[in-house]
């Protein structure tokens, strides 16, 4: 496996736009869910284990496996905004991909599907692709909330290095479900929300 190549994938500074989403953070510390560090690592473990596992990951993993899972991903997003989002990432990663010489299809491209392009042209393993995409999730949402509640760096390491951890048997779930109304309604509620940082 070419780990730099996992790396750039998984990187933060990945041009496609990520820092700029919060997906549901930001909302969770409007409506006074997330106020501190011990509940910004809450918020943050439900959404990776009871959304991002059950939703994203499984889709993933068949899609680095060569399935065809655009569209379903796409359906599963429950509110304009999260939509949007991942059509964004998509189209950014899309481009950005051509540009570095991957044949990339046409159309409305998911983030999690032109991630699986990509770790299939550079065969990229598929269990280690899929941890670091979600190390990636992770980070992005450390950093949002290191931004947003604030919190400092120190307390936006912690989170990392408890929640990295159970990053191993959240990419062992194959179970697909996009039911998580919670998260839902707090996305829904961004859209309209008066003041905000972040495009989710």
């Known amino acids: 496996m070419n780990l730099a190549r996992l790396l750039q994938l998984a990187s933060p500074t990945l041009p496609v736009g990520a820092y700029s989403y919060s997906q549901g953070l930001e909302a969770a510390l409007a409506a006074g869910i997330v106020s501190d560090a ?94 670091a995409y979600l190390w990636s999730w992770l980070e992005n949402q450390v950093m949002a909330a290191v931004k947003a509640v604030p919190l400092g760096q120190t307390a936006g390491q912690k989170i990392l290095l408890s929640l990295g951890a159970r990053l191993e048997d959240v990419a062992g779930d194959t179970e697909f479900s996009n039911f998580a109304p919670g998260l839902a309604i707090l996305s829904s509620r961004h859209e309209t929300q008066y003041s905000r940082l972040f495009r989710s």
């Not at 910004?40 to 939703?55: H, Y």
């Not at 540009?99 to 999690?112: C, H, Q, R, S, T």
């Open 38 to 131: 011990a509940s910004a690592e809450r918020w943050i473990a439900d959404v990776l284990e009871l959304c991002v596992a059950r939703s994203d990951a499984p889709l993933l993993w068949r899609m680095l496996h060569g399935e065809d899972c655009n569209e379903i991903f796409i359906a599963s997003r429950e509110t304009a905004e999260l939509r949007a989002e991942t059509l964004q990432m998509g189209h950014s990663l899309c481009r950005l991909l051509a540009e570095l010489g991957v044949e990339v299809p046409e159309g409305e491209i998911a983030f999690p599907t032109a991630y699986a392009l990509a770790a299939r042209t550079w065969n990229l393993e598929p269990r280690a692709a899929l941890v």
